[in-house]
């Protein structure tokens, strides 16, 4: 029962703030007459119309994320494929380092009028867009991880006959995941943002779009309910991303545990 | 286990020589200096054999090991084993090394920390999943196969070691300062557990250690390292019993004698360096 009574205090404690915040939001615009802060309570109420019988749940919102995972995946699949080529070789690090930290500096956003000229206002471009800031933090978080792999580790693997993809997966990957997790998170909500930023140059569909469609027109309760929904998904995302966390780098953090602990 | 059936006893497989190093060098180019670790070695262990290396801190007893394990090549001479010289890791050696807490892989369990080098070695799943099985159960670790290294002691977690490395069935055993790091008690069960998979295995073994006492009471040889740059003061055969006691081997007047002479002998080499030292 102690577990039962345990994952409810933690839930209530979670669940306390935003409930709060909500509801000082409800308390503070149930008057308003402003049209730019309609009542919480209007903008509640229009998320049906607006979002679930409009049918923009899968005009808007489903094109969004599909853009997002394309994005992202893309960026993993570089990120982690160059990122263990850099962190390997030394040459290849002091030859690519100096790029790589200018490369970084840009800030993505700027990139979307440059993809336009290359890639058009498709989906190419967004998901382009997404890829060029996510997979900097996952590139750069490799690199220090793949760098990191303890030196008996490798030693032990070389004598064990470790190598090739076995060596790769079983030492490099799995050894510097904790990094490379670090960097995927980064990555996700740096590519959330890019996801709304992108649809808000040149789109016709996505949750950019909408948003930057209704504060245009004026529907302003409509684009609060955008807002709303928007963070919903990052934390519905981060959420995501915490249960793969817990699963993939469980052992790092017993292994952590174990060690402040002192050894048993 | 299956690995060799002969046992200790027979001298016609003692004389065949399974690890031979031939005048090995190692010098480490630094910035515009460098340091002569490891002068002339020269020894060879026959099969069979449990061999100790014992030398100083600073003796290059870890370049020696990193060379025959070959993790690291020698700048002169050879080591050659079972006819063969080595350069690069050979398939038939196992190595424990000292950091039991960082030469297994925290991300498995410790089942799969035995099984990978088999893996690695392409043996079917039955006559792996048996390997992992004995070896466990020989180091005395037969309940822990889910268990992560990270939730053992220091001296668990060095069985798992030792286990993993008499799985792959290696025709030598390197060990380099396996106990150094865990407490006394827990040293002398592993000393023994040392002496008694040998006995049982067959396999030669070569162990390095600092600790003279630890280097008597496991060897049928003991190998005595000068301090860097290194070469082999003396090679002294261990004549106590086959049954050996942490109490009664220990406390007998042959161990006392045969550990006074390497103790003299280290002492020696200490004195010597102090002498060369100033010039």
Known sequence: MSILRRVTRASLAALTLPAALLALWWILTADSESYYLPPLSDILAAVDDVWLRSGRLSADVLPSLLRLLGGFLLAVALGVTLGIAIGSSRRLRAFCEPVLEFLRAIPPPVLVPVLMLFAGIGDTMKVLVIVSGCVWPILLNTVEGVRAVDEVLVETARCYGLRGPSRLWHLVVRSASPQIVTGLRQGLSIGIILMVISEMFAASNGLGFSIIQFQRTFAVTEMWTGILLLGLLGFLLAMLMRLFERRALNWYFGLRQAQRGGSR | ?279
């Not at chain 2, 004389?15 to 180019?29: F, Q």
């Not at chain 2, 297994?104 to 089942?111: A, D, E, K």
């Not at chain 2, 030669?204 to 496991?218: G, K, P, Q, R, S």
């Open chain 2, 1 to 279: 286990m299956t690995v060799m059936s002969e046992t200790q006893t027979q001298s016609a497989t003692r004389t065949e020589v399974l690890l031979d190093v031939r005048g090995m060098r190692k010098v480490y180019e630094g910035h515009g200096r460098s340091v002569e670790a490891v002068r002339d070695l020269t020894f060879a262990v026959a099969r069979g054999d449990l061999v100790c290396v014992v030398g100083p801190s600073g003796a290059g007893k870890t370049t020696l090991l990193k060379c025959i394990a070959g993790l690291l090549a020698p700048t002169g001479g050879e080591v050659v084993l079972e006819g063969t010289a080595v350069d690069g890791p050979p398939p038939g050696m196992a190595v424990v090394f000292q950091e039991y807490g960082r030469s297994l892989f925290p991300w498995m369990t410790v089942r799969r920390n035995v099984e990978l080098p088999l893996k690695q070695k392409k043996l079917p799943k039955a006559r792996r999943s048996e390997l992992v099985h004995q070896a466990l159960e020989a180091v005395g670790l037969a309940d822990v196969h889910t268990a992560y290294p990270w939730q053992l002691s220091g001296g668990m977690q060095q069985r798992v070691a030792i286990a993993r490395a008499i799985a792959y069935e290696p025709h030598i055993l390197l060990m380099d300062e396996p106990f150094a790091a865990v407490d006394a008690q827990t040293r002398a069960d592993l000393e023994d557990l040392v002496r008694s998979l040998w006995h049982r295995l067959g396999v030669t073994t070569l162990f390095v250690t600092h600790d003279i006492d630890e280097a008597v009471y496991l060897g049928q040889r003991v190998l005595v390292l000068s301090s860097a740059p290194t070469v082999v003061l003396d090679d002294i055969a261990i004549d106590l019993p086959e049954e050996r006691d942490q109490l009664t081997t220990r406390s007998s007047t042959r161990f006392a004698e045969l550990r006074g002479q390497v103790f003299a002998q280290i002492q020696r080499a200490k004195q010597q360096r102090g002498a060369v030292e100033p010039a």
